[in-house]
């Protein structure tokens, strides 16, 4: 069987943290995925925050693994941050060994999910130098190179030295998305080099089985899902919710519950969920949810809104979806892909089409009737599939030379 090696270092530099972010998530899917598929032919190795680079024991990888899931599960029953102190014995047994140089016979498949160290293409080389492997990795999204706007101001310029160094390396690549596989093949062509693409919808994460959840009162309310960030189009939403507030009865206004962290260049939008005195009743800003938390206030929902200007996939979509959550979002190919024919789509800048949308959805409507009908002809991503397709480019490169 093909000797496989999978890059942890993401997972590693979150040892602080009790939430994870979109890609924390898929690359623990990935060291789970791997090791079903591969048992003992699967390695972990990391980029350490100290920066060295080596392998981690099986049994090591494994415990630190199962401990962040369970701290992920608790999530905001636990600090956000945990002190430097605090995680000073996982640092010091997670510190990589060097890894012995393999021989020109071995060649195995190293596999990156996250984009951790891809910046630094020396580094990149390096690694694959000693472990004599050919790299597969994914890319999520070129949002930050597509719409450098919506990204912090050195954003375009890392990603393109991410994405160069994927196009100067790698042997494949694996995208979440058709759009992202679309955004990403010009770098292929000018590379000059034969890299195997391969589209495979991430899987949907199963959501706990809990009660559904309630904002703060009884009336209906409606969730947004994701980093509070310029391109997650927050901005729509609030202005709608304070116009609703100085128009409509107070009883006839659905809650507003936005889950996830704040992001970066987002004064706008957090002067408003500060500052806005019509939205205090009626839009609700939670941060560090933990799984089951996240789990029950999505499920209560009466839709998830997804708003975006860009996705390079919409995991919430199919998280709502596979809880039988109708959706609203953005016409846009990501969400396309993942919500199939169920949601109902609207342009990310149509205020008047999200008004109608959410009052109809509001009151149990035709449209809100409509798409509950068609949800359960919709087809769940899978894991399974994923790592499916995952496995077939691996056996791909099995004897395929590595990239010199």
């Known amino acids: 069987m093909t000797r496989v090696i999978l890059d942890i270092s993401r997972l590693i530099s979150r040892v602080r943290y009790s939430t994870p972010s979109g890609v924390d998530r898929v690359e623990m899917a990935y060291a789970r995925g791997l090791m079903r598929l591969y048992g003992d032919a699967l390695s972990f190795a990391a980029v350490h925050p100290t920066g060295l680079y080596g392998r981690i024991s099986h049994a ?54 996250s984009p951790h160290h891809l910046t ?71 590379s000059g080099h034969q890299i195997a693409l391969h589209v495979a919808l991430l899987g949907t994460e199963p959501l706990a089985d809990v009660a559904h959840g309630n904002s703060s009162d009884d009336r209906p309310y409606f969730v947004c899902l994701g980093t509070i960030e310029p391109r997650k189009n927050h901005l729509l939403l609030l202005n709608l919710w304070r116009h609703f507030g100085e128009f409509l009865p107070a009883s006839n206004i659905p809650r507003l519950v936005i889950i996830g962290k704040r992001g970066w260049e987002n004064e706008q939008v957090l002067d408003m969920l500060d500052r806005c005195p019509a939205l205090k009743s009626h839009v609700e800003e939670v941060s560090g949810c933990s799984d089951a938390q996240l789990a029950a206030l999505l499920r209560g929902a009466r839709a998830l809104l997804m708003p975006s200007f860009a996705e390079g996939f919409g995991m919430p979509v199919a998280e709502a979806l596979s809880v039988g959550v109708p959706v609203i979002c ?70 395929k030379p590595a990239r010199g």
Request: charged share 25%.
């Open 60 to 113: 090591t990888a494994s415990a630190y693994l199962e401990e962040l899931e369970q701290r992920w599960a608790k999530g905001g029953v636990e600090p956000r941050q945990r002190s430097i102190l605090s995680v000073l014995p996982w640092m010091a047994r997670l510190l990589p060994k060097r890894a012995r140089l393999s021989t020109a016979a071995e060649r195995p498949v190293y596999v990156q999910v």
């Open 330 to 399: 953005s016409d846009i190919p990501a969400h396309h892909e993942v919500g199939g024919t169920v949601p109902d789509y609207v342009d990310p800048l149509d205020g008047t089409g999200w008004k109608a949308l959410i009052q109809d959805f509001a009151h149990c409507g035709p449209a809100y009737q409509a798409q509950q009908k068609r949800i359960p002809r919709w087809h769940e991503p899978t894991w399974a599939d994923h790592m499916e397709i995952v496995g077939n480019a691996i056996s791909l490169l099995s004897d």
């Open 120 to 190: 630094n293409a020396r580094k990149v080389q390096s690694i694959l130098a000693r472990e004599n492997a050919r790299f597969l990795c994914m890319v999520h999204d070129l949002i930050p190179i597509e719409y450098p706007e919506y990204a912090r101001p050195s954003g375009a310029a890392l990603h393109s030295r991410r994405m160069q160094t994927l196009a100067d390396h790698a042997d494949a690549v694996i995208v979440n998305s058709a759009a992202t596989g679309h955004a990403f093949r010009p770098w292929i062509e000018r």
